[in-house]
């Protein structure tokens, strides 16, 4: 899916491939560039989904009620079962 | 490193509700009933506040003799496991302890809820004492010795597997129990982990003379019946109930069996030498004791069925405010020094 999304992105018209019988040095400079945007592109996209995939999986941490009345609405809500910890310092 | 959600522990954790307490104002500690000397506890429970097992449990030996993750993600698993259990009707419910609350204890209200300070568990467990000995209710063999060792039953656990048995000796093992086996049940009770196993053992009455242990072995249940000795309950209390009256500003450690004989003093009695003092002690004018001093009596009485230290003795066995005499050896010579004991402070 990441890579599907990072190679469908539109490249600008600036770093655009070449229009055919273009000269060869600047042929090669578009690609470069061209290259360069690309790989750009695909760490912006990578970062992205990263943090997306991070975003998702703290969406699951595990989080600490601090309030017993409070779990047990929540399991209420849920159906799932309650582990409480007792501890004597935060 | 309890929470990491990337280990098999954070994933189990993901499927419950979790909660941290760390104040116990507005706790149900009579539905949270446990050894209030534990640094940690836990329970697995439901919505309905049906409890499935419990999480914790110590030793002398340390805080964290029985804590331990692998076993963590044992007694998740199985809570996970008794919860869809109770929620298609195969686990039947338990009755619900009666509802009770630190407010209700008047010590423990006055120390902590009324100046602003925080319940903290180890409080509970000691004001409850101090509101005991107000009443006069304070039975201190009962209530200070409350959560017996499984090895001085002779069970000792390979504790990563939760109550798989490592070793068996004493009445464990004249009961039949063996290595491998795994404890499912105590007089009749499931148990599915140390904390269970501990707290239903101090359930028992220090008078009992045996119990039901049921063993899982090859995949059978096997029914043992383990006798006990006497004092089978005892436990080290230096770690626990530290504002048990009276004071007495010294601590003292146990002879050994054959430093006593060759003092000439009765081997099963509780001389002990002195190890420390406790600067109070000269502020108070409580005693005269040195580091070092040998007490081998207390007002002419050296040996107790409970008691191996004579600071000990002192403690079970005497009233705050009562004057004594200590039997001491000090060098080669014997001497009679009298010590004041003192109640806290706080209770004054």
Not at chain 2, 207 to 235: C, M, N, S
């Amino acid at each position: 899916m990441l890579h599907f999304e990072l190679y469908s992105i539109p490249m600008p018209g600036h770093l655009a491939a070449p229009a055919p019988g273009a000269p060869a040095r600047d042929r090669s400079l578009r690609l470069s560039a061209s290259r360069t945007a690309r790989r750009c592109l695909a760490c912006c996209a990578l970062a992205l989904g990263l943090c997306s995939a991070a975003a998702a999986r703290a969406s699951e941490a595990v989080t600490w009620i601090e309030s017993y009345d409070e779990a047990l609405a929540e399991a209420r809500r849920t159906g799932k079962p309650i582990f409480l910890e007792f501890r004597c310092a935060p | 490193m309890l929470t990491d959600e990337d280990t098999k522990r954070g994933r189990l954790l993901r499927q419950y509700v979790t909660a941290r307490i760390t104040r116990m104002d507005r706790i149900n500690i009579g539905l949270f009933d446990f050894d209030r000397y534990n640094t940690l506890y836990f329970f697995a429970l439901n919505a309905d506040e049906q409890i499935y097992l419990r999480y914790g449990g110590r030793d002398e030996r340390s805080a964290t003799t029985y804590l331990d993750l692998e076993s963590l993600e044992l007694a998740l698993e199985r809570g996970l496991d008794l919860h869809r259990r109770y929620l298609v009707g195969k686990l039947p419910r338990k009755p619900v302890p009666p509802a009770r609350y630190p407010r209700e204890i008047p010590a423990l209200h006055e120390r902590t809820v009324q100046r602003g300070r925080c319940v903290e568990c180890h409080l509970i467990g000691d004001l409850e004492n101090v509101q005991r000995e107000r009443d006069g209710t304070l039975d201190k063999l009962t209530h200070l010795y409350r959560a017996p060792e499984i090895r001085r039953i002779g069970i000792e656990l390979d504790i990563p597997k939760g109550l798989r048995v490592e070793q068996a000796s004493g009445g464990a093992a004249a009961a039949g129990m063996r290595p491998g086996d795994e404890i499912r049940a105590v007089n009749g009770v499931d148990v599915w982990t140390f904390g269970d196993l501990q707290w239903e053992l101090g359930k028992l009455p220090h008078t009992a003379k045996d119990l039901g242990i049921g063993v899982l072995r090859d995949g059978r249940r096997e029914p043992l019946r383990v006798g006990l000795q006497p004092f089978w309950w005892l436990t080290d209390l230096t770690y626990r109930n530290l504002s048990v009256d009276p004071r007495v500003y010294f601590t003292s450690s146990a002879l050994d069996e054959r430093e006593k004989v060759e003092l000439g003093f009765d081997p099963r009695g509780f001389a002990s030498r002195v190890v420390s003092i406790d600067p109070l002690a000269e502020l108070l004018g409580s005693h005269q004791l040195r580091e070092g001093d040998v007490i081998y009596g207390v007002d002419g009485k050296f040996v107790d069925d409970v008691a191996d230290t004579a600071h000990l003795y002192i403690k079970l066995r005497k009233q705050a405010g009562s004057e004594v005499t200590l039997q001491v050896l000090r060098g080669r010579q014997r001497m009679a020094l009298a010590l004041k004991t003192e109640r806290m402070s706080f209770r004054k």
